[in-house]
């Protein structure tokens, strides 16, 4: 099975000149995560990003843009691949979801822990998975 027949097609995103507020706001109403400048996604953001690299330092979400906190070590899967290797991917990277892009590197969907247990029929995988990702004292994003 490959990506693209589980992922969750399209995705919401956010510019990187975007104000926290703004984003704060998107994350608020949409599941936002990725960051992208035109269709080239640049990084990730989450409300961790927005709580630990902003707030905690005291920024002010109405002037500090999402580039200043964004996670910028982009991992991704390409959309033909197979689910198991993105699920393997999640778990080492610790990561709750991850871009799916196509062969031209553009944005095409998202995989998340609740794809792999909603729409594959492989209920291990999704649970290997979450246990992996959920690890007590591992980062996760």
């Given amino acids: 099975m490959q990506v693209k027949d589980v992922m969750t097609k399209g995705a919401e995103v956010v510019r990187p000149d975007a104000t926290l507020q703004e984003a ?27 709580t630990v690299r902003a707030t905690a330092e005291g920024l002010d979400p109405k002037q500090t843009r999402v580039r200043e906190v964004m996670s910028k070590e982009l991992i991704t899967c390409l959309e033909d691949q197979d689910v198991k290797e993105a699920a393997e991917l999640m778990q080492s990277k610790q990561i709750r979801r991850v871009p799916i892009l196509n062969k ?22 999704a649970g290997k998975t979450l246990e992996e990702v959920t690890i007590p004292g591992k980062t996760s994003r």
């Fill in 24 to 50: 704060a706001n998107k994350m608020r109403s949409l599941d936002i995560g990725p960051v992208c400048d035109g269709d080239k996604v640049v990084g990730m953001l989450t409300d961790r990003d927005i």
């Fill in 104 to 125: 031209d590197k553009r944005l095409v969907g998202m995989l998340s822990l609740g794809d792999l247990a909603q729409r594959t029929p492989d209920s291990k995988l």
